[in-house]
C-alpha cells in the first residue's frame, strides 16, 4: 500500500540573495576586519560592574545622602528618586546646579561605591581573551565610560588587562554633563590615538552607546546579555547586536 503524504521542501533562497544568518555574520565579519582601533564601554561589555554590589542600593544611598545635605525642595522629581541608576541622581543634581560642591562631593560618593563594586564585579564571559586576541592581532584598545577612570584602572589590573588598555582609558570626569550619548569620550579616544572615525569599532550595551557613536560617525556593535537588552538595542537603531562575545572572538580566531 502506498502512501500519497505530500513532502514539503523548504522553499529555496532567491536567487542572489543570502539567508538572514549568514548577512548577518558577513556584516559582524566587516565590521571587525574593518576595525584598527577598538573602543569599549565598561559596564556590560567588559564586565558587570554591580554584580555583587547593587546599583539599585547605590543610587537609593545618594538620594539619602542629598536629602540629609538639606538641598533645596525638588532637586529630585519622584522618577530620579526612584531610579535604581545612580549616573541618573548623579545628572539630575549637575543639571540644577552645574559644578557646585554639591555635584563634586556627589561624583565623590559614586565613585568610592563604583569602586567597591569593581572587588566584586563579574567578567563579561569572553570579553577577557576577546580583548586579549584582538590586541595580539595588532588592534588598539582603549575605555569610553561613564564610570570613574580610577575604577576601570582597578578592575584591568585585577584581571591582568592593563596592558591592553594603558593609557587609554576615558572615563566620568567633573564635567558632568558629558555623560550619557555625549560623544565627548569618543572623540577624545579617537583624537589621543589619533584615528579616524571609520577606522574604529564603539562596542557598548546601551541605547546612549549607539547615540554616542553614532554622532561621533564611529561603527557600532551592541552587545546584549539577554533578549530583552537585545531589543532595545535594536529598538534605539543598532543593526549589529550579538549576544554573546564568543562570536566575534571566533571570527577574529578564524
Known sequence: MTSDTTQTEPPA?????QPANEVENTRLRELITRARVVLWDFDGPICRLFAGHSAERVANGLTRWIEEQGGPNGLLTQAERESTDPHVVLRAVDRRHPGSDLVVELEERLTAEELRAAASAMPTAYADPLIRTWTALGARMAVTTDNSPRVVHAYLESRGLTTCFAPHIYGRTQD????????????????????PPSDALLIGDAPTDFEAAREAGVPFLGYARNDRKAEILR??????????????????RR
Open 235 to 252: 529598538e534605539a537603531g543598532a543593526e549589529d547586536v550579538v549576544e554573546s562575545l564568543e562570536s566575534v572572538l571566533s571570527m577574529l
Open 176 to 195: 558632568i554633563h558629558h555623560l550619557g550619548s555625549d560623544p565627548h569620550c569618543l572623540h577624545r579616544a579617537l583624537d589621543a590615538l589619533g584615528a
Open 13 to 17: 533562497a532567491e536567487p542572489g540573495r
